[in-house]
């Protein structure tokens, strides 16, 4: 079984920085897309950030410049770096990825959610 788990969120003052962290875990033989989303309640998951197995990266428009995504397949790990925190970005953060097990299956993982709060 092949899965991710995030890290890393918490409360923090606009202006403030966050890192998340995801960390895949299982028989995994490589690692394919990547990504971050976000959700707040009574809204639909958004894309905040991803990045491909040959390290292209897209962004949301508002998070373009204050966020960047990284990666270390080396670690099964994917990480978010979040500054300049707005409240508008509070939302459980959500890992992504495409994780290819020792059979050559592609798995569509995502981890349990962490909760990010931007409020003074």
């Known amino acids: 079984q092949v899965q991710v788990a995030e890290s890393g969120g918490g409360l923090v003052q606009p202006g403030g920085s966050l890192r998340l962290s995801c960390t895949a875990s299982g028989s995994i033989f490589a690692i394919d897309a990547t990504g971050w989303y976000r959700q707040v309640p009574g809204r639909q998951r958004e894309l905040v950030a991803r990045?491909?197995?040959?390290?292209?990266?897209n962004y949301a428009e508002s998070v373009k410049g204050r966020f960047t995504i990284s990666r270390d397949d080396a670690q099964n790990s994917v990480w978010l770096q979040m500054n300049s925190l707005k409240p508008e970005d509070t939302a459980v953060y959500y890992c992504n990825a495409g994780l290819i097990d020792d059979l050559g299956l592609v798995h569509d993982c995502w981890g349990q959610g962490t909760q990010v709060t931007v409020s003074s």
């Open positions: 990045m491909t197995r040959l390290g292209t990266t």
